[in-house]
């Protein structure tokens, strides 16, 4: 049974960070591509971030670029999001994905909150 079950969010002031996880199982996980995505209250479901293989190449949405850190531990089959120097609109569910071809996962999602 496949699950990706993401975890480490919360309510944060300003300027805090945050540690976002997810855990996989039920696949392959180092073979998947694995992203993060938000979804804001009335707003689309948007991505984050993503990155194929540790150490390899990252990409991040503008938005979030020099503060959001993406990783990976394929030992423990386990995306990350370190989240750094938040914002209000930051503020929204974060919702791991998994995606090999045609394949794709998705997470319960976590909430974070970015407030004062």
């Known amino acids: 049974q496949v699950q990706l079950v993401e975890s480490g969010g919360g309510l944060v002031q300003p300027g805090g960070s945050l540690r976002l996880s997810c855990a996989a199982s039920?696949?392959?996980?180092?073979?998947?591509?694995m992203r993060w995505y938000r979804q804001a209250p009335g707003k689309e479901r948007r991505l984050v971030a993503g990155m194929l293989l540790p150490g390899g190449r990252r990409d991040y949405a503008d938005s979030v670029k020099g503060r959001f850190i993406i990783s990976r531990d394929n030992t423990n089959n386990t995306l990350y999001l370190q989240m750094n120097d938040l914002k209000p609109e930051d503020t929204a569910v974060y919702y791991c994905?998994?995606?090999?071809?045609?394949?794709?996962?998705w997470g319960q999602g976590t909430q974070v909150t970015v407030s004062s």
């Open positions: 994905k998994a995606i090999y071809g045609s394949l794709a996962y």
């Open positions: 039920g696949f392959t996980f180092s073979r998947f591509t």
